[in-house]
């Protein structure tokens, strides 16, 4: 079964740091581009960020480049998101996910999300 | 930039309506759009991609079609479990974006 498993949520103060991780199993993670997309408490879907299949390219939207940074290990079949300098607005239900097609953009399967509140 | 736009923003309909969501993008993009469903609480879930590809697993009621700006969801006969939050979904180039969403509620 594919599945991905996030980890690293919590709370966090204005100007803190955390680390995401997504564990992936059930299938050859080191084939596939991976997502982080967030959702802030009852609003919509907003896509974070990019990276593809060896690490080498990556993408970010203007609200978290400069203080973001993805990357995998895929020896560990595990994806990441490292998020410096963290602001109220950061506040979400941050899920990654798989884009099935290698670089067709859409996002199959998701995970169950982890939880970043960020608040003194 | 890419904006996509979704309409209606919220719906009301009955088990066995026929439904349709629309999704404009900003500028043409081919058909790189996707259409998703989420549940209260769960992650979303892939329903159409590349405008009319329907995801493996996913009811035939479901139907996606449009390409360039204009883009639609359609749902045959809506089952109790269609009740949901949809959102369409532009891979044409990042950022990728989303639509604000379409919340289908029951009559």
């Known amino acids: 079964e594919v599945q991905l498993v996030e980890s690293g949520g919590g709370l966090v103060q204005p100007g803190g740091s955390l680390r995401l991780s997504c564990a992936a199993s059930g299938f050859t993670f080191s084939s596939y581009w991976m997502h982080w997309v967030r959702q802030a408490p009852g609003k919509g879907l907003v896509w974070v960020s990019r990276i593809n299949n060896d690490g080498s390219s990556t993408r970010y939207a203007d609200s978290v480049k400069g203080r973001f940074t993805i990357s995998r290990d895929n020896a560990k079949n595990t994806l990441y998101l490292q998020m410096n300098s963290l602001r109220a607005e950061d506040t979400a239900v941050y899920y990654c996910?798989?884009?099935?097609?290698?670089?067709?953009?859409?996002?199959?399967?998701w995970g169950q999300g982890t939880l970043v509140t960020v608040s003194s | 930039d890419i904006q996509m736009t979704q309409s209606p923003s919220s719906l009301s309909a009955s088990v066995g309506d026929r439904v349709t969501i629309t999704c404009r993008a900003s500028?043409?993009?081919?058909?790189?759009l996707n259409w998703y469903q989420q549940t209260p609480g769960k992650a979303p879930k892939l329903l159409i991609y590349?405008?009319?590809s329907l995801q493996s697993g996913v009811p035939s009621r479901f139907s996606g079609s449009g390409s360039g700006t204009d883009f639609t969801l359609t749902i045959s006969s809506l089952q109790p479990e269609d009740f949901a939050t949809y959102y369409c979904?532009?891979?044409?180039?990042?950022?990728?974006?989303f639509g604000q969403g379409t919340k289908l509620e029951i009559k």
């Open positions: 996910a798989r884009d099935p097609s290698a670089a067709g953009g859409w996002f199959d399967p």
């Open positions: 590349a405008a009319s």
């Open positions: 500028q043409s993009i081919s058909s790189f």
């Open positions: 979904q532009q891979s044409y180039s990042t950022p990728y974006s």
